[in-house]
């Protein structure tokens, strides 16, 4: 069983920057492909980004490409997501996620865990 724990959501104008975290519980961690997705208020949850176990392969949402980044650190079992250059449509509830298998993925139906979710408003 894996546990994900979501922080460094907040309130930022447009052109700005944050980054995520997800701390992830068990030792498997290492061995899960992870990924970000968001849902904003009367949308459906929609992948943002998600990176293999090994951290080498990475795949973007081409609404995020270029502007966000994802990355881990598979001995601090963390995850991140490096959002700059923010707009107002980036606003949501962003969810970390992990799945049972080394490889890039980019269904929700794909992931087996979830985070509680972290919220990202951006101000025009």
């Known amino acids: 069983q894996v546990q994900l724990v979501e922080s460094g959501g907040g309130l930022v104008q447009a052109g700005g920057s944050l980054r995520l975290s997800c701390a992830a519980s068990?030792?498997?961690?290492?061995?899960?492909?992870m990924a970000w997705f968001r849902q904003a208020p009367g949308k459906e949850r929609e992948f943002v980004a998600t990176?293999?176990?090994?951290?080498?392969?990475?795949y973007y949402a081409s609404s995020v490409k270029g502007r966000f980044a994802i990355s881990r650190v598979n001995v601090k079992n963390t995850a991140y997501l490096q959002m700059n250059s923010l707009k107002s449509e980036d606003t949501a509830v962003y969810f970390c996620?992990?799945?049972?298998?080394?490889?890039?993925?980019?269904?929700?139906?794909?992931?087996?865990?979830w985070g509680q979710g972290t919220q990202v408003t951006v101000s025009s």
């Open positions: 068990g030792r498997a961690f290492s061995g899960y492909a």
């Open positions: 990176i293999s176990a090994s951290g080498e392969s990475t």
């Open positions: 996620a992990a799945t049972r298998t080394p490889y890039t993925l980019v269904g929700v139906t794909f992931y087996d865990y």
